[in-house]
């Protein structure tokens, strides 16, 4: 993804509405015209790259004032839909944490993802805590670091978080992941992977033969190669 600086830098450069360079100022003035608060200085140092960690609001009033879609500055879509007022969607951490996690166990915890996120120290440190006001909605601001820290630890797109068209897309898709997890389809694709290089040809086809009538009766899967492989795989 690129660096939120250039993204801004580019956007002030070259605006959609084709009138011209914005100053900093002028944007300032911008984003306090449609409520928000952001000085002039701030938006220097964001630039110039010396602030690197807006929050989601501060991302919100930037876009509004430039007139593009917030999704933008996290590697989406520029455009805006005509009466679009886009911004942080509230139920969009829930959805992954409900949906994204490894087949053999439930949702992964706040605590979990926290040390995750923080351990890797590519996105700065978020607290578990701060994660279940998120999901609460007692608070609904993050960083941007938070933001893609986030993102990363599910597998998700950043402008997940803010652009309806794209939770659209993978909200549907991750109801079909959900049925399918639900019918065993994921566990017996990833314990089938992990086991390839135990079993035989014939033993592959047997399982993959077995799910196949197994789903066909609308019955779920329990994966049924529960030892390692013996020489009755090769007869």
């Given at each position: 993804m690129r660096p939120f600086a250039e993204v801004l830098n580019?956007?002030?450069?070259?605006?959609?509405?084709?009138?011209?360079?914005?100053?900093?100022?002028?944007?300032a003035a911008a984003v306090k015209s449609q409520g928000g608060d952001i000085g002039h200085g701030y938006i220097s140092q964001l630039r110039l790259g010396v602030k690197d960690n807006p929050t989601c609001q501060a991302i919100v009033d930037l876009a509004g004032a430039l007139g593009v879609h917030p999704?933008?500055?996290?590697?989406?879509?520029?455009e805006l839909h005509p009466g679009e007022q886009p911004g942080w969607r509230t139920n969009a951490l829930s959805t992954l944490f409900e949906a994204v996690h490894p087949p053999d166990r439930g949702p992964w915890s706040p605590e979990e993802v926290a040390?995750?996120?923080s351990s890797s120290g590519q996105f700065g440190s978020i607290s578990a805590s701060y994660i279940r006001e998120l999901l609460s909605n007692t608070s609904d601001n993050p960083?941007?670091?938070?933001?893609?820290?986030?993102?990363?630890?599910?597998?998700?797109?950043?402008?997940?978080?803010?652009d309806d068209d794209l939770a659209a897309r993978v909200d549907s898709e991750l109801t079909d992941f959900?049925?399918?997890?639900?019918?065993?389809?994921?566990e017996f694709v990833t314990r089938l992977a992990e086991r390839t290089?135990?079993?035989?040809?014939q033993a592959?086809?047997?399982?993959?033969?077995?799910?196949?009538q197994a789903l066909e009766v609308g019955e779920?899967?329990?994966?049924?190669?529960?030892?390692?492989?013996?020489?009755?795989?090769h007869t």
């Open positions: 580019e956007l002030c450069n070259n605006p959609p509405n084709g009138q011209g360079k914005v100053t900093n100022v002028a944007l999704a933008v500055f996290l590697g989406g879509r520029r040390a995750s996120i960083r941007l670091k938070h933001i893609l820290g986030l993102a990363d630890h599910f597998g998700a797109d950043p402008a997940y978080f803010f959900l049925a399918l997890r639900e019918l065993g389809v994921v290089g135990e079993l035989s040809p592959r086809a047997a399982a993959v033969e077995g799910f196949r779920g899967w329990s994966f049924p190669l529960n030892s390692r492989r013996t020489s009755a795989d």
